[in-house]
């Protein structure tokens, strides 16, 4: 018989990785809950009309679509925010705002490579019925305040701008096919200079504009130097509603703590329909692919049901995630909480253990037992590598004494109780 593989693009999760996994799920979902955003889940399958709505023939052609038994034409999901547009203009007595969030997994048929998978999980938070820069501002202090919980505050940066200030750009500097030109730009850090400048030439970019464009877009601003970067450009856009909106916002997160972020021209996130500020998180290395991504995309909702939702919300995908986690060595399970081992010695030791597991189990505590001959030490190490914090060694003497011998996983301190302390524990 052959032997039966995973497919190329999934991974499988041991407890290892899993244990860590669901403790940074947790940190999302508190996140998310502090800033008042309530959960949804939606079904993993969906029409695969509604992606040809939203996104056209390009993410259609990277999705995991089959007809079913009653030949419609079913996907499963490639991402989140056409599940939820769905179920917000399916209620009509939903009163908004309406802040939601979940964690679905997603499927995309493309090629596997570092930091993207075929299958993975993706945080999504949304924020539909306001337009004020504070509800901007709040996504963006969400996906912070996620990477902050997680230990990672100073290791990455926010890369924010606006997509109609920089169509107003592309505008004035000649650009004909503003669309195209957008496309173009979402690819800025991915391929050469000359390709960027021959296709935005294309577009109607030309001689010093270009040059100058080119310039702007290789640039990151910090805000104090926003206004100053717009002034080199050459235009005449100080008094920009959308340039003093996206001014407005990243100086709200500012005073607000949240302050690694900057003004990155080339971020436009390339999809056609994003309307005002968009922004894109990175490690600060520059080593992997965006952490979160997201803007505000108020006439999306228009393609659904012909009437306009203000919106705004941000995806983050679990696999870049990880690889950055990982690489600033804070992928590890975190042992907030105290969880027992128990080793009971001999027949009547091993009944006592039962005993005491259950009366843990009651009291809210993590407890196993040992129920193999090992003996103590190798006990000791098998609990270690299950990542328990404490042991409860049974044996005779404790029998003898109805007490317990506690030790410590972590540190190898020991101690003795009563039995009757065990609620303490």
């Known amino acids: 018989m052959s032997k039966i593989e995973r497919l190329r693009g999934f991974k499988d999760y041991y407890p290892e990785d899993m244990q860590k996994r669901e403790e940074i799920f947790s940190i999302m979902r508190n996140a998310a809950k502090s800033f008042g955003f309530l959960p949804i889940d939606y079904p993993s399958l969906e029409m695969l009309e509604i992606y040809r709505i939203k996104s056209g023939d390009e993410l259609v052609g990277q999705t995991y679509n089959f007809k079913d038994k009653s030949k419609r034409e079913i996907t499963l999901i490639p991402e989140a925010t056409p599940s939820t547009m769905r179920m917000l203009v399916s209620r009509k007595d939903l009163v908004k705002p309406v802040k939601w969030y979940n964690i679905p997994k997603l499927w995309r048929y493309e090629e596997p490579q570092s930091g993207r998978n075929r299958e993975h999980y ?216 105290s969880s027992y081992f128990l080793v009971g010695m001999g027949r009547e030791g091993k009944n006592k253990a039962a005993n005491l597991l259950y009366k843990l189990r009651r009291n809210g505590k993590t407890a196993v037992m040992e129920n193999s001959e090992r003996n103590i030490s190798n006990s000791l190490k098998h609990a270690s590598s299950m990542n328990f914090t404490h042991a409860i060694i049974i044996g005779e003497k404790e029998l003898t004494e109805r007490s317990l011998t506690i030790k410590n996983l972590i540190n190898g301190e020991q101690k003795k109780i009563g039995e009757n302390e065990l609620d303490e524990l």
Not at 132 to 151: F, K, P, Q, V, W
Not at 194 to 214: A, C, M, P, S
Request: glycine share 10%.
């Open 122 to 337: 993706q945080f999504n938070a949304d924020y539909f019925g306001e337009t004020g820069i504070e509800i901007d501002a709040e996504l963006i202090a969400l996906a912070c305040e996620t990477l902050n919980r997680m230990g990672l505050k100073g290791m990455y940066v926010v890369r924010v701008n606006h997509r109609k200030l920089m169509e107003k750009i592309l505008s004035k500097l000649g650009c004909v096919n503003i669309q195209s030109s957008i496309s173009t730009i979402d690819h800025f850090r991915k391929e050469s200079i000359e390709t960027i400048g021959n296709k935005l030439r294309d577009d109607g970019v030309v001689d010093d504009n270009l040059n100058r464009l080119l310039n702007f877009l290789s640039k990151s601003y910090p805000v104090s130097e926003i206004q100053n970067s717009i002034k080199d450009l050459g235009l005449d856009l100080l008094e920009d509603e959308d340039f003093l909106r996206m001014i407005s916002t990243v100086e709200f997160l500012f005073k607000n703590g949240y302050e690694d972020i900057v003004y990155d021209p080339s971020t436009v996130r390339g999809l056609s329909y994003y309307t005002g500020i968009v922004f894109e998180g990175f490690d600060v290395d520059g080593k992997f692919r965006s952490i979160f991504g997201g803007g505000r995309y108020d006439n999306l909702s228009q393609l659904f049901e012909g009437q306009e939702i203000p919106a705004v919300g941000f995806g983050m995908g679990d696999a870049v995630l990880e690889n950055l986690l990982k690489e600033k060595n804070l992928w590890k399970v975190d042992n907030g909480h």
